[in-house]
Nanobody, 117 residues
Framework: VQLQASGGGLVQAGGSLRLSCAASMHIFSNYVMGWFRQAPGKEREFVADINWSGGSTYYADSVKGRFTISRDNAKDTVYLQMNNLKPEDTAVYYC???????????WGQGTLVTVSS
């Protein structure tokens, strides 16, 4: 299993970015997918996850209403649309895959998001 995250960059507060995570695995739709982030000097934290069909999503309180996770099983890709970004959203964002919600066995390399005030 390989996960390749992309789409990070520098954005001003209030701006938007869309992260993508392209997956290489036997059957992408078998996997639940998640996004996590790690800010400098802090531990990695959960951001959002999505079930196999895309019909169920869950968000951390800190991003609820601003971020949207989605997936395209035909393209083996999961997305994270991030709107109204805040400086505290600055972090390296990682995508992850697992066979059950909350149990992630595979991780991507991360993409850096920097939000300037």
């Amino acid at each position: 299993v390989q996960l390749q995250a992309s789409g990070g960059g520098l954005v001003q507060a209030g701006g938007s970015l869309r992260l993508s995570c392209a997956a290489s695995m036997h059957i992408f739709s078998n996997y639940v997918m998640g996004w996590f982030r790690q800010a400098p000097g802090k531990e990695r934290e959960f951001v959002a996850d999505i079930n196999w069909s895309g019909g169920s999503t869950y968000y951390a309180d800190s991003v609820k209403g601003r971020f949207t996770i989605s997936r395209d099983n035909a393209k083996d890709t999961v997305y994270l649309q991030m709107n109204n970004l805040k400086p505290e959203d600055t972090a390296v964002y990682y995508c992850a895959a697992g066979l059950r919600i909350g149990e992630y066995d595979h991780w991507g390399q991360g993409t850096l998001v920097t939000v300037s005030s």
